[in-house]
Nanobody, 114 residues
């Protein structure tokens, strides 16, 4: 059974930084995609950043240049470094991993105060 465990969320002032981590367990080999989604109250869940098994990355336009996604393939851990945070980044952030099936973490709250 695959489990994704997120950590690193919290409360930060606008302009600050946070780093999220997502550790995948229960799978002996690399996922073909790992990424971070977020969902703000009253809004749909959206892709924030993703990284393929080969290391290619993609970002939402709203976070390009501020967020960086990286991955430790050996440990199946994906990170999201978030800089220059804005109040509109406030949301629950979810880790996602895709192999033959898709998996989700439980979510971690990120709150950016103005």
């Amino acid at each position: 059974q695959v489990q994704l465990v997120e950590s690193g969320g919290g409360l930060v002032q606008a302009g600050g930084s946070l780093k999220l981590s997502c550790a995948a367990s229960g799978r002996p080999f690399t996922f073909k995609f790992m990424g971070w989604y977020r969902q703000a109250p009253g809004k749909q869940r959206e892709l924030v950043a993703g990284i393929s098994g080969g290391g290619s990355t993609k970002y939402a336009d709203s976070v390009e240049g501020r967020f960086t996604i990286t991955k430790n393939n050996a440990k199946n851990i994906v990170y999201l470094e978030m800089n220059s945070l804005k109040p509109e980044d406030t949301a629950v952030y979810y880790c996602n991993a895709v192999a033959l099936s898709g998996y989700w973490g439980q979510g971690t709250q990120v709150t950016v105060s103005s």
